[in-house]
């Protein structure tokens, strides 16, 4: 178990670094901020004396190495616009996200699976077919054009809810909506996958053989072995909960996250988009390993093989 958990967390502490570091490099080599903060106009020594207020003079190879040094005490930079903490400026956002993301992840998660598990169950049947039609429909169109379609019915049309803000709960409902459905095709269809494979199992045959009724057989053989695919996306999409904002909450004005990265990266601010995606990164990274976790405790050896590997 040891080996399993070091192994885990090796390759997590790498990929963070990884992700962090080609952040690093994109953002240094797709301009200077200094002549996208400040005016065209301005004088070339006021543009010289911002690029080293903010160690942008400096070689790359050495910022990389300074801003890798302050990660490592907790210091993640300022904002370039207002001189504030990137990480203060981030968390005043999060709680806007948290209020799309987690009612998301509860919807793909509350309709994707059950959903699947009938398809899988009706195979071929008009259910089976109806299920994976609106699943495909749900992955396929693109979150900003559903978004934009949802507007233009139920804001613009029928007048029934807000366009856009953050005034009441009704604003909620249409980005919540738009975040939800491809995901919950996508679960759906994984989850209809998993349910047939393990329908087809040897197993499941003979317990059926013997007379256990097929909701126990479902319920007690089915269900708990087609968990490990769909935990596997479920993770994945947990994620990728502030990266998946991005879309939505610039369509519908939302003030969380995503739409701060949005802003960030046009302003060219690099300690709040380089602290975003490392909280991406992180948020990643530790959903991945939950599930890494989860598939140790249900397959035991899944444990085996990662302790065997690890020496």
Not at 115 to 129: E, P, T
Not at 171 to 186: F, Y
Request: aromatic letters at 8%.
């Amino acid at each position: 178990m040891i080996g399993f958990l070091g192994l885990r967390l090796l390759r997590a502490a790498l990929t963070i670094v990884l992700v962090v570091s080609f952040a690093f490099i994109v953002l240094r080599l797709s301009g200077d901020p200094a002549m996208t903060i400040m005016s065209p106009e301005a004088p070339p020594e006021a543009i010289a004396a911002f690029r080293t207020a903010w160690g942008l003079d400096r070689p790359v190879w050495e910022q990389y190495f300074s801003y890798f040094g302050a990660i490592l005490q907790g210091e993640l930079g300022q904002s370039m616009r207002d001189g504030r903490p990137a990480m203060a400026v981030v968390l005043e956002r999060i709680p806007a996200t948290l209020m799309l993301t987690i009612p998301a992840l509860i919807v793909k998660v509350g309709i994707g699976v059950p959903a699947g598990v009938f398809a899988a169950l009706y195979r071929n049947s008009w259910i089976d077919r109806l299920v994976m039609a609106l699943a495909v429909a749900g992955f396929t169109v693109p979150s900003f054009v559903l978004g934009l379609i949802l507007v233009l019915i139920f804001a613009v049309s029928l007048g029934w809810l807000p366009s856009g803000g953050q005034d009441s709960w009704r604003n909620i409902i249409l980005p919540v909506i738009t975040m939800s459905l491809g995901g919950a095709g996508v679960l759906a269809r994984f989850t209809r996958s998993a349910m047939l494979e393990v329908l087809g199992q040897p197993y499941i045959r003979t317990a059926t053989a013997k007379g256990v009724p097929w909701a126990a057989v479902v319920r007690g053989h089915a269900l708990p072995n087609a968990a490990i695919p769909t935990i596997t996306i479920v993770g994945f999409m947990v994620g990728t909960l502030i990266a998946g904002a991005v879309v939505v909450e610039s369509v519908f004005s939302w003030p969380g996250v995503g739409r701060l990265l949005v802003v960030a990266v046009a302003n060219r601010d690099l300690a709040i988009v380089q602290c975003i995606l490392l909280l991406v990164a992180v948020t990643m990274v530790t959903a991945n390993f939950t599930v890494d976790l989860l598939y140790g405790v249900l397959d035991p050896r899944l444990r085996g093989t990662a302790s065997t590997g690890a020496h």
